[in-house]
């Protein structure tokens, strides 16, 4: 099951080429109120048996082309994004060359966790996008990566038991800058990576059942047509389910909770008039457009 907001905040169904108005669907079954949040739908349809339902009457009701509609961002109030630091080894040593990063091989899992950090609402963007430079900074990253959308509420889940509670998966592309407070600084992240539009997410959610296993996916990205970024997300340091361990024993998270899982070796400065595409097999494809701060 593929779930996307469009055009006026409506959530749909994607099925091939066409969006199914399931919002409606779902308070007409009674499963949410009607102008229910898009963090109460995705509750509703954690239940897969209601999912199924739900899917079988959206398909009845008059469709859109999915080209023809403006995709949002699929969640737009999480409780909360929460996003893993250097997760992945090759992405610690390319930062340390980059801005001088501390070595952090040292770590423990959860030490390494402990770097995780918010990132704020009002930074979301959605799919062809635009991420605004901000006029402070001469050096602002790119960094794409797996995304979690918590379903089941989570607190002290084990991480044997961790997926359980995902409803499914997107992209998150958590765009960093690195100058003037970034140089071998790592207390700054939530206002380095915190700027309106440094956080694109998209095209759409993919439920949990249509991926095998969230380690063995494959993140591709295009800079201006010339691929920048290759890697599997088999390599990450701490892998989904002990992210959502050690979450869920600090806080409790609620459905459409966003847990990024951290991005790759591959960053890239970006500058005005860039274009980005990112792939994730299993999810899809991604755009977003740069442009200065005027």
């Not at 063995?216 to 290759?230: C, F, H, P, R, S």
């Not at 899982?261 to 097999?281: F, N």
Request: with cysteine; aromatic share 4%; hydrophobic share 45%.
């Amino acid at each position: 099951m593929k779930i996307c907001r469009y055009n006026d905040s409506s959530t749909g169904l994607i099925e091939a080429d066409r969006v199914y108005p399931l919002d409606q669907v779902l308070a007409s079954m009674g499963a949410v109120k009607v102008g229910a949040s898009v963090q109460d739908q995705i509750a509703a349809l954690s239940n897969p048996s209601l999912a199924l339902d739900a899917r079988a009457l959206a398909l009845k009701a008059p469709s859109l082309a999915l080209a023809d509609v403006k995709l949002l961002v699929p969640v737009d109030n999480p409780p909360a994004i929460w996003a893993a630091a250097a997760n992945y080894k090759a992405h610690q040593a390319e930062m340390i060359g980059r801005v001088g990063s501390s070595d952090r091989s040292h770590l423990s899992a959860d030490e390494l966790m402990a770097e995780i950090f918010l990132k704020p609402n009002s930074s979301l963007v959605g799919p062809s996008g635009t991420v605004i430079l901000p006029k402070i900074s001469k050096h602002v990253d790119f960094e794409c990566e797996l995304c979690a959308v918590i379903g089941k509420t989570a607190k002290n889940v084990s991480a044997e038991n961790a997926l359980d509670h995902v409803f499914g998966y997107t992209m998150c592309w958590d765009i960093s800058i690195r100058d003037p407070w970034g140089i071998g600084r790592q207390n700054t992240r939530n206002v380095r990576k915190g700027f309106d539009t440094f956080c694109g997410v998209g095209p759409w959610i993919v439920s949990r059942d249509e991926i095998a296993e969230p380690q063995a996916l494959l993140i591709d990205v295009e800079q201006n047509g010339v691929n920048v970024m290759k890697a599997n997300t088999a390599d990450m340091i701490n892998g989904l389910r002990d992210l959502i361990r050690f979450l869920s024993s600090v806080c409790t998270l609620l459905p459409g909770t966003l847990i990024t899982t951290g991005t790759p070796a591959g960053v890239s400065r970006l500058a005005h008039g860039d274009h980005l595409r990112g792939t994730i097999t299993g999810i899809g494809v991604m755009d977003l457009h740069v442009v200065a701060e005027k």
